[in-house]
């Protein structure tokens, strides 16, 4: 899952239920510029819990999205998750960095229930840590299904693009968080229409990861409301191409809102997977929680998850978090509110800047 190689700019890409995100991001002497962030609808049904069901159909749109969007570099960090990826923290007995990588694989059937074979692994070493038996190394191990993976490859191929990474979106965006006031543990939720997730870090290292079962675009479906609304004028979005929440989100009696139900759904599933955190941590306590992806905009619910968890909510705005080496011109200031939609392609484009 890793090919990289240094280029002047890289495109994150995230391949989302019903829409395909990108941003491409170019190195410059005083840091990065923004050339183009921009998306593409795709159907529905095309992608399903991080599967591709409909490859032509995915391969036309990533193709229309270059075109249109007029995307310079050809080098992609592609996000995946959903059934295509399984993550694990385990403990490892300690061996030798060389040996580490091999090790892990003659020992991945202990972790994952699928042949080796059909998996392509990678690893982080997160921490270590003394047991009664010996030291024991804690690490962040990644199985994606060769199979599921193969055909996202082929998507990208298709349309002359070369896939320089594959990383999991959830851990794209920890390169998009404040540098500073976020506490020691903090919580990162991606709200995406598809796959949501959510991953404690502890001093920087990711410590537990679990996907959310609260799928927008499903519950949008199942209510009958309609994927995007074009009835109210949005410059922002439309200057972008953006695709728009419908307006009941916006309304301002929350409570008769049909996306309230949903609300409610991820504050349940949020502060689930806190408290469980919480309880297998003893004395690490979550200081703060980040949103990300199109549902994080539904209005009122980083309030209702403030008020819940009792610690401060934020939605991630990774150009603000990331100002200093971001060209500020005045299409980047306009991308605004819904630059939370497009924090997973931005940490998926910043991945491609990092050493080895």
């Known amino acids: 899952m890793d090919f ?14 019903g829409v395909i995100r ?9 840091g990065y510029a923004i050339p183009i962030v921009a998306e593409e609808a795709v159907a529905i049904e095309a992608i399903s819990e991080g599967l591709i069901k409909d490859a032509n159909a995915v391969k036309k749109a990533v193709g229309k999205l270059w075109v249109k969007a007029g995307f310079k570099s050809r080098q992609v960090v592609l996000g995946i998750f959903g059934h295509s990826v399984i993550i694990r923290l385990i403990d490892f007995p300690k061996v030798p ?14 972790y994952f229930p699928i042949p080796p074979s059909q998996l392509v692994l990678n690893h982080a070493v997160v921490g270590e840590k003394a047991i009664k038996d010996g030291d024991v190394l804690e690490i ?3 199985a994606a299904k060769r199979a599921e993976l193969s055909t996202y490859i082929e998507v990208l191929e298709s349309n002359n693009l070369q896939p320089i990474i594959a990383e999991p979106t959830p851990l794209a965006l920890r390169r998009v968080l404040p540098a500073k006031g976020q506490g020691s543990v903090i919580a990162v939720a991606d709200l995406s229409n598809g796959l949501s997730s959510l991953v404690v870090y502890s001093d920087g290292k990711p410590r537990f990861v679990r996907g959310l079962p609260i799928s927008l675009s499903q519950y949008l479906q199942e209510k009958g409301l309609p994927y995007s609304s074009s009835k109210k004028k949005d410059e922002t979005a439309q200057a972008l191409g953006l695709l728009k929440l419908p307006e009941v989100a916006f309304g301002k009696n929350e409570e008769e809102s049909p996306l309230n139900e949903w609300a409610l759904k991820v504050v349940n599933e949020v502060l689930s997977s806190v408290n469980y955190y919480q309880q297998q941590n003893i004395g690490k306590y979550v200081d703060s929680l980040f949103l990300s992806g199109r549902g994080a905009r539904v209005r009122g619910l980083a309030e209702m998850l403030e008020q819940e968890l009792e610690i401060p909510v934020k939605l991630i705005n990774p150009m603000e978090n990331i ?4 060209a500020m011109t005045k299409e980047n200031k306009a991308l605004g509110r819904v630059s939370t939609d497009f924090a997973v392609s931005f940490g998926l484009a910043l991945r491609g800047f990092e050493e080895v």
């Open 4 to 17: 990289l190689k240094k280029h002047p700019s890289i495109v994150g890409l995230e391949i989302d239920t």
């Open 22 to 30: 990108a941003v491409e991001l170019r190195m410059t002497n005083d």
């Open 97 to 110: 960095e060389e040996r580490l990588a091999q090790a892990l694989h003659l020992k991945s059937s202990e």
């Open 140 to 142: 962040l191990l990644v």
């Open 323 to 326: 100002s200093d080496g971001i």
